[in-house]
């Protein structure tokens, strides 16, 4: 059982290039979100999916498309870097229950230049 | 005005001292409460639920306060392991019920 798992580690990207950041997770989880994490900004909602086939916009989406084909996989493209994305991101994945635990990714360390 | 506050800090304790952070939020119609534990570059992990009634595990203890709005996260005998930052968070209601954090309250426990 390997949890939540991210890839890559950390990419460094020009303006203007795209590419995808990979997330799985092997828990049978309903609900996966994907995040970004900014100095003094805390963790910011970018999309997420309530089950295969959903998903909906975050706090801050633009600039980013998702797509959740299986429940296990959660895809997060970035169509065309900016700067303003140098971030860390967090994919998550949590079942239905209120209190169900919500479980990190280990997160991708995304520099634009 | 955020959805869910912290008070920044930084805290910076000795070991052996009782620490408590303090979280308010906006949206009455929030189901449940956590904090969550973040090590420096590390993924946050859930460190316990708050329930309304106040709920103690081990050193932490956790307390909701609806009418205020409020939630609050005290630990005892600090430890140096309990260095890191430590994150409020909300659940939403509706079919979403996604998860809004606060900004997070950075502990150092010093020797």
């Known amino acids: 059982n390997a949890g939540v798992t991210q890839t890559p580690k950390f990419q460094v990207l020009k303006t203007g290039q795209s590419m995808t950041l990979q997330c799985a997770q092997d828990m049978n989880h309903e609900y996966m979100s994907w995040y970004r994490q900014d100095p003094g900004m805390g963790l910011r909602l970018i999309h997420y999916?309530?089950?295969?086939?959903?998903?909906d916009q975050g706090e801050v989406p633009n600039g980013y498309n998702v797509s959740r084909s299986t429940t296990e996989d959660f895809p997060l493209r970035l169509l065309s870097a900016a700067p303003s994305q140098t971030s860390v991101y967090f994919c998550a994945s949590r079942g239905g229950a209120v209190r169900e635990t919500q479980y990190f990714g280990p997160g991708t360390r995304l520099l634009v230049l | 005005r955020k959805e869910v506050e912290q008070d920044p800090g930084p805290f910076n304790v000795p070991e052996g001292a009782t620490v408590a952070f303090n979280c308010t939020y906006s949206?009455?119609?929030?189901?449940?409460f956590f904090w969550y534990r973040q090590d420096c570059r590390k993924e946050p992990k859930l460190l316990m639920s708050?329930?309304?009634s106040g709920n103690e595990d081990g050193r932490f203890t956790a307390q909701l306060n609806r009418a205020s709005q409020y939630i609050s996260l005290l630990i005892r005998d600090s430890k140096l392991s309990d260095s890191a930052t430590y994150l409020c968070v909300g659940l939403s209601s509706g079919s979403a019920r996604q998860l809004t954090f606060g900004s997070g309250t950075q502990l150092t426990v010093l020797p």
């Open positions: 999916s309530v089950g295969a086939g959903i998903t």
């Open positions: 949206n009455s119609a929030s189901q449940s």
């Open positions: 708050v329930y309304s």
